[in-house]
């Protein structure tokens, strides 16, 4: 079912951001006040959650912790924005224990990238919120993602997104298509394949990166999204960093990224970019979940449609 999108206020300099560990510990004290020091310097003050440093396992404590975190910041009238410190794993166990009413009652800015790709799309799917695929709190903060960042959660803007100059995008396919965004992480969105949690992507303009990942695995994925119908229901492909993706130990004549990508994507008949500014690289978009947009592969752009903030 297509919820009504809803949007959260925009971030405004002197609120406060709520620091949560949705999916994998960090124990760095460095890297916690390198996250606060970057939304100070975008005006933002900052406050930790109750179970910020807590531990199970891998994990950034149990589920229950992460979700009573979740609905701590949600409901704290402080608290006007939610941004995840790390990634890692570990976020799809938080999803069965969320309470999506409450969340839906108070709606905030939440963001992150990788891992949190489970959780940010399952609360838009649930509650019609628009969420964030945007830079982590520890992420590097550096001028072009401050940039989009500002404009698009905090001024309210519907940017046209371009590259830096130093990362050329590429088209596989040309032309121009329009759709809500919706993507995330190529492995963890795969996770969510067969749950009431994965996006419904008829009309969408689909957004994918990933990081260390093996390129077996990586066709595994996206045949995974094709076997189920996916990829044919899509408007538009967008490709981020697909970072340190390479062949296994030992692997013998296994396909480039180059060759799996267009397999899977070339014949779809839809505009597919490459080379996008966002995943595990520096420079990084901030793409938020549902809202509409134009993708230009030709010229290498993505035009938000609407705000995607009030």
């Known amino acids: 079912m297509t919820r009504a999108l809803l949007r959260p206020a925009r971030l405004r300099e002197g609120d406060t951001l709520g620091f949560v560990n949705p999916s994998g510990a960090l124990h760095e004290d460095e890297a916690y006040e390198r996250a606060h020091a970057a939304l100070r310097g975008l005006g933002l003050r900052t406050r930790e959650a109750p179970n910020l440093r807590a531990r199970y396992g891998h994990m950034a404590g149990t589920p229950r912790q992460r979700a009573d975190d979740l609905h701590a910041m949600f409901s704290d009238p402080g608290i006007a924005g939610i941004l995840a410190v790390t990634g890692g794993s570990g976020a799809n166990r938080v ?10 009652r108070h709606p905030k800015f939440l963001g992150g990238f990788s891992d949190l790709t489970a959780l940010i799309t399952a609360v ?8 964030f695929h945007s830079p982590l709190a520890r992420s590097d903060w550096n001028a072009f993602s401050v940039e989009h960042f500002r404009a698009v959660a905090m001024a309210g803007e519907a940017p046209l997104l371009r590259n830096p100059a130093d990362l050329p995008p590429r088209p596989l396919r040309g032309g121009v298509a329009r759709g809500p965004l919706q993507g995330g992480n190529l492995a963890v969105l795969t996770s969510l394949a067969g749950t ?4 419904d992507l008829t009309g969408a303009i689909l957004f994918l990166e990933d990081v260390n990942e093996y390129l077996y ?8 999204l094709a076997l189920g119908g996916h990829l ?15 062949p296994s130990e030992g692997s013998y004549g296994t396909l480039t990224l180059d060759e799996i ?8 008949g839809v505009p597919v970019l490459r080379n996008a500014a966002f995943g595990h690289i520096g420079p990084k978009w901030t793409l938020p979940l549902g809202v509409p947009a134009e993708l230009d592969a030709d010229a290498g752009t993505l035009r938000l449609l609407e705000a995607a903030v009030v």
């Open 95 to 104: 999803l069965p224990l969320l309470d999506m009413g409450l969340l839906a």
């Open 124 to 131: 838009h799917g649930a509650t019609g919120l628009v969420t």
């Open 196 to 199: 009431p949690h994965f996006p």
């Open 217 to 224: 695995r990586v066709d595994r994925m996206v045949t995974t």
């Open 232 to 246: 044919a229901r899509v408007a538009g492909v967008v490709l981020g960093g697909f970072t340190s993706c390479k």
């Open 261 to 268: 990508l267009a397999d899977h994507l070339g014949d779809l």
